[in-house]
Antibody, heavy 120, light 107 residues
Framework: QVHLVQSGAEVKNPGASVKVSCKAA????????IHWVRQAPGQGLEWMGW????????IYETKFEGRVTMTTDTSNSTVYMELSKLRSDDTAVFYC?????????????WGQGTLVTVSS | DIQMTQSPSSLSASVGDRVTITCRAS??????LNWYQHKPGKVPNLLIY???SLQSGAPSRFSGSVSGPDFTLTISSLQPEDFATYYC?????????FGQGTRVEIK
């Protein structure tokens, strides 16, 4: 059974950083990409980027370049997403999700979501 | 970047109705278009991938089709559990783009 289990909710001050983890189980960790998607209150889904646990290769949405870092720990089947210089409009639920590799992928399994609240 | 225009932004329908939601791509994306269902407080759920392939476990009343740049999600007979927000997603090239979402409400 495929599972993606994320770390718990966080409250951060503006300007701080947050690091969210996503632990995978039930499949070969290095065979799939891990994506990060967020949803701000009352807004739609927003893709942030993906990382390949196999190669460490990653692509970030331009909007987040310079603020987001995705890393992987293959020994623990865990992917991390760190977002820095937090602003109030970064308040959102952050999801990790799995996809196959190459063009035309789709997100077939998702983590439960992590609420990040940015407030002073 | 590819733009995805999803319509309508919301609709009201009754149980048993046939519902269609459309996404139009600003550039050619082949069949690299997926559809997700998202309910409040829940995790997004993949319904359709590659424009018309039904994800394992998704009800057969959901179907996807493509005609030129227009992609359509059809719910053949709306059920009470189908009231949710639906998103299209293109994965032809990065950045991956989600449509703006269509909220399906009870009439």
């Amino acid at each position: 059974q495929v599972h993606l289990v994320q770390s718990g909710a966080e409250v951060k001050n503006p300007g701080a950083s947050v690091k969210v983890s996503c632990k995978a189980a039930g499949y070969t960790f290095t065979d799939y990409y891990i994506h990060w998607v967020r949803q701000a209150p009352g807004q739609g889904l927003e893709w942030m980027g993906w990382i390949s646990p196999d190669t460490g290769g990653r692509i970030y949405e331009t909007k987040f370049e310079g603020r987001v870092t995705m890393t992987t720990d293959t020994s623990n089947s865990t992917v991390y997403m760190e977002l820095s210089k937090l602003r109030s409009d970064d308040t959102a639920v952050f999801y990790c999700a799995r996809s196959g590799v190459g063009t035309g992928y789709f997100l077939d399994y998702w983590g439960q979501g992590t609420l990040v609240t940015v407030s002073s | 970047d590819i733009q995805m225009t999803q319509s309508p932004s919301s609709l009201s329908a009754s149980v048993g109705d046939r519902v269609t939601i459309t996404c139009r791509a600003s550039q050619y994306i082949g069949n690299y278009l997926n559809w997700y269902q998202h309910k409040p407080g829940k995790v997004p759920n993949l319904l359709i991938y590659a424009a018309s392939s039904l994800q394992s476990g998704a009800p057969s009343r959901f179907s996807g089709s493509v005609s030129g740049p227009d992609f359509t999600l059809t719910i053949s007979s709306l059920q009470p559990e189908d009231f949710a927000t639906y998103y299209c997603q293109q994965t032809s090239r990065t950045p991956v783009i989600f449509g703006q979402g269509t909220r399906v409400e009870i009439k």
